[in-house]
Every structure is written in C-alpha cells, then in structure tokens.
C-alpha cells in the first residue's frame, strides 16, 4: 500500500513539474543560434524595426515552385529569417507564393519587379530558368518592395547568391524601417552654384525620399540677407551639393562654415578638373583643365584638399561608344580608363558590402594633418596613376593596351574622405564676409567630401532617368546608390539598419562539376557502402550463431 502510494506521489510530482515548467516556458521567450556566424540571431538594430510595430503587417515572397538550387537556399533562408522577425513580434505574418501558379506575373511586372533568368549546364545540358526574388511589405495603408536578390559584381551566381543572403536582414528591416517612420529629418539640395539638374539626381532623390524629407535650397534667393540664409539653412539637418560648377563667393563659403560650426552634416559631391564624356562621344576627344570653384581654402581648413588631377586606372568601367555609320551603327562597351571602380581599403558601415562604385573623370584628395578624423571610404585599384590637367583626352586611349608597370606604386589614390569630429571655422582668425551676432570659432559635425560630382548622376534614356548606378550599356548596377544613402544615413546618425551590414554570413555551395564527376563515387558510398556492411555484418551474426549451436 505504501508502495503504491508513493509511487502515485512520484507522478504527481513529475506532473505538477511538467505544468510548472509548461508554464515557464509560454511566459518566458527564447532561442538558440548555435551557428558559428550567428546566422539566425537578429541585431539590435533589426529588432528595434519590429518592437515598435503595433498592427497586422503581410509579408508575401515571390519565391516558391520549382527554383534553381541557388535560389531554393535563398527561399530557405528567407523563410528562416522571417520565422526569426515573427517569432519577435506576433502581427508579423509571411506567405510564400508561386508567381507562375498563383498568376502573379502581371502584379510583378506592373510593379517593376523583374525576374532573374538563370541558364544552368550540367550533364551537357542547358537549361534556362526564371526566378522572381522579390517581396512586399505591407502595413496599414502603405506598401513597401523587397529586392531579395543584391546585383553586385560577383563573377558566379553562387557568390551572388551569397551576397544576397548576407542583405537579407538589412532589406527586410529597411522594409519595417519605411513603414514605420514617424518623424523624418530634413535634407537640402543646394542650388545656386551650376549644380546637376534634377533629372540627373532623380534616382538619389527617390531613394532618400524614402527615409527624409527634401527641399532644394537655393542660396542665391537671399544674397542681400547672409544672416537669413543661414537661419534658413540651419533648418536642415544635412546639405547635398551635387556638382557645383560655378564659383563658391566668400559669403556663401562662411553661410556654410556656420552651418558646419553648428552640427549641420553636408555631402559633397564636387569635382576640380572639367571633363565631360558627352565631348568624348560626339568629338572623340575634350580638354580636361582645372575648374575653380574657390573651395581651396575651404577644405584645405578642414583638412583635405581635392587636386585638379585626373584619376587613369585599369580597374575601370566601360563606357558606350557609336561604331559603324548608318544603319550598321551600333553602341558598343569599351573599357575607359578614367572611369575608375572605386573600392573600400577597410571596414566601414558606409562601405561593408557594397559594390564597386563607378566614377567618372575622378580627382585625388590628399589628407593634411590638420583638421577633425578623417577616414578614407573609397580608393582607386593598385593599378592607377594620377594625371595632370590642362590635358587633350581622346579615344585613342581605347586602342593603347595599358602598361601594368607605369602603374606600379602610383595607385589606391583617394577618392572619397570623411570627416568628422571637431571642425574650426576658417574665419576664425580671418575678416568675416560680414557680421553674424552669434558666429562660432568650432563644432562637432560630420562632413564627407567625394571626389567626383558624376557619383551622383544617373542615366538618361529617351528622357527618362534611370535608377542610380544603372549603366545601359553594360546592363550592370554599380554601387553609387547604395554608398549615398548609406552615406547619408551615416552622416545623420542614423547608424542602425547599415550596421547591420557588417554582419558576415558563411555559405557552402556544393561544386556542380564535382558533383557531376564524382556522382557514381558517392551514390556507392551512401547506398552501396551501408548495404556491404550490412552483408558483413549478416554474415559475421550467422557464422556465430552457428559455431554457438554446433557445440
């Protein structure tokens, strides 16, 4: 009886634990990533996206039905990242979707979501197959597009595919990001002194004015009135000056000297050397020479000065030159050596895993001593070489291959520098340009100054821009875009979502060709070698159950 009875108290025990624990465990949440690179545990930054979400959102995927082995892991991992997004917040709900079987076709192609053909050989056979790796957010009445595949340079879909896995978290939790921004800072666009036209910093304009708002600022409105246009301009968190072409006058630099002094952020985009492609095209040749924008003194304050010198370099982008006349003409890419691809020479949130960004007719900076922190974004290759200006530039460059020695120990020349820390006015010991009741001799703020206004300048096709980056000729999209706005959310503190692009993720992808060669190999191993060990082991059993009942 006794013994009954304890054992009933053994259960009841092992039962009120269970309940106990049962309880525990639907009040308090938790998850294991026990991978190496952390693959499935989202930042800080991605989760702060989330938390602040408050109402149903719908996530669709257009990755489902029969995919390329590349994409069905970029499915995979999608599903994985946002099992982790919903498991931080229950009103995220996620549906994959067929475009070919559900008729989405029409929606993705209405929306400018367009697909990935992909030609796949093996066995001696050529297959060509689509994918659409795109996604919507939506959340309340607005809706946002996920590109879930990321362009980049990457010579194999396999390392593109890797590169678009590594972006994933960043894409979606810029989507929440979008959605959810209640107060946006302001961002000016300078006019005044010759800059790009806004046809050709369309593509800049519509990517930022996801996340801010914008105004162009014309500095000439109010030339009678310094004091006014800085009041006015200290209203906006961070200038842009795209390419100025005209003369910058002392009034305008000290406005700008003040605006720095009090924490405004700028972007410059400004070149010192006049060369235009569009010569180049039409004449086959152009005159580069020094342009003056009487910046000089301007930026040798702060620390850097941009030389009216022209960057030549091998690691180039090509440009689309008109061959034949007639109706056998046709535009074809040639490799020019004075559109360097710009790359990153150390780890930065602005630059970490970005693609290469093109240049045209690009200067050199050089870092003097004086002035705040400066940090180095992007550099020419090792192959290039600093030219002097006034200089006639032809096509003739074109038919001279490029010496790799003449360019040994002249290359990785700066291209792109940020500043930031602790500016001094370079008026402080200077006559001012005129009187200001408050004027300030320093301050913290953050400035990046970029070697080149074409950085910023999309493409034009029959009138119409093109998204930033995008070259028609080549059908290749280079990283401009995603610089600047990085750029741009760097220099307005707002360091979160493109820190989340340093996280590294490592994949494995199996080696079609080895897969292919070995394939007999590893079909005897997995099904020939267990059904030999199971024969040995059948008749190892046998011989002794024998030899057992023999005796």
């Known amino acids: 009886m006794k013994k009954e009875l304890h054992i009933s108290v053994k259960i009841g025990l092992v039962l009120i634990g269970l309940i106990i624990l049962n309880a525990i465990a639907s009040s308090v949440f938790t998850r294991f990533d026990l991978t190496q690179d952390k693959r499935y545990t989202l930042s800080e930054a991605a989760k702060n996206t989330v938390t602040t979400i408050k109402s149903p959102v719908t996530i669709t995927v257009f990755l489902k039905g029969d995919l390329p082995t590349e994409y069905k892991r970029l499915a995979d991992e999608t599903v994985q990242l946002l099992e982790e997004f919903s498991a931080y917040n229950d009103h995220i709900e996620y549906a994959f979707v067929d475009p070919i079987k559900d008729n989405a076709i029409e929606f993705l192609t209405k929306n400018e979501m367009q697909p990935r053909y992909i030609t796949e050989e093996a066995a001696n056979k050529v297959s060509r197959e689509v994918a659409y790796p795109w996604a919507i957010v939506q959340y309340e009445n607005k809706t946002v597009k996920v590109s879930l595949y ?4 990457a010579n194999s879909d396999e390392e593109k595919i890797a590169s678009s896995v590594q972006h994933l978290e960043y894409a979606f939790a810029d989507a929440f990001s979008k959605l959810t921004i209640i107060e946006r800072q302001r961002v000016a666009i300078l006019r005044g002194h010759g800059e790009l036209d806004d046809i050709y910093i369309y593509g800049f ?23 006014r246009t800085l009041k006015n301009l200290e209203r906006f968190d961070l200038v842009v000056v795209p390419k100025p072409t005209k003369k910058f006058s002392d009034q305008d630099k000290y406005i700008l000297d003040q605006y720095t002094m009090r924490g405004g952020k700028s972007l410059w985009l400004v070149e010192t050397a006049q060369a235009e492609l569009d010569s180049i095209r039409q ?3 152009t005159l580069a020479f020094p342009r003056d924008l009487g910046l000089q003194d301007f930026f040798f304050n702060y620390g850097i000065r941009v030389n009216p010198k022209l960057v030549n370099d091998i690691q180039c982008a090509a440009i689309g030159m008109e061959f034949g006349e007639g109706n056998n003409a046709q535009y074809l890419p040639v490799q020019w050596r004075y559109n360097p691809l710009a790359q990153a020479t150390e780890k930065h949130p602005i630059t970490d895993n970005t693609n290469l960004v093109r240049f045209e007719f690009a200067n050199q900076i050089d870092l003097l001593k004086k002035g705040p922190k400066k940090t180095v974004l992007l550099k020419s290759s090792p192959l290039s070489k600093l030219e002097g200006i006034p200089k006639e530039v032809s ?11 003449t360019y040994q120990g002249k290359g990785n020349q700066n291209l792109a520098v940020l500043l930031e820390g602790t500016f001094e006015s ?11 009741t408050d004027a300030k001799n320093q301050g913290e703020s953050k400035m990046l100054v970029i070697a080149d206004g074409d950085v910023v300048k999309n493409q034009v096709s029959r009138g119409q821009p093109q998204e930033l980056g995008y070259d028609i000729i080549t059908k290749r999209q280079y990283g401009n875009k995603e610089f600047l706005l990085n750029s741009v959310n760097y220099l307005l503190d707002n360091n979160g979502l493109i820190n989340i692009r340093s996280k590294e ?11 292919i060669d070995e394939k007999a190999y590893w079909q005897w191993i997995n099904i020939g ?3 030999a060990l199971l024969a040995i082991f059948g008749f190892i059993f046998t011989y002794i159950r024998k030899r057992k009942f023999a005796k």
Do not use: C, H, W
């Open 150 to 153: 990321k362009n980049n340079l």
């Open 205 to 227: 304009q519509k990517a930022l004015v996801e996340y801010y708002n914008l105004a162009a600022f014309d500095m000439t409105a109010f030339s009678d009135d310094p004091e």
């Open 283 to 285: 004449k086959g040749k």
């Open 395 to 405: 096509l003739n460059i074109i038919e001279n291959e490029p010496t790799p020695d």
């Open 426 to 436: 370079m008026y402080k010991n200077r006559i001012k340009p005129f009187e200001l």
């Open 505 to 515: 993720l490592k994949l494995a992808f199996l080696d079609s060709e080895k897969v």
């Open 529 to 531: 070698f267990p059904l």
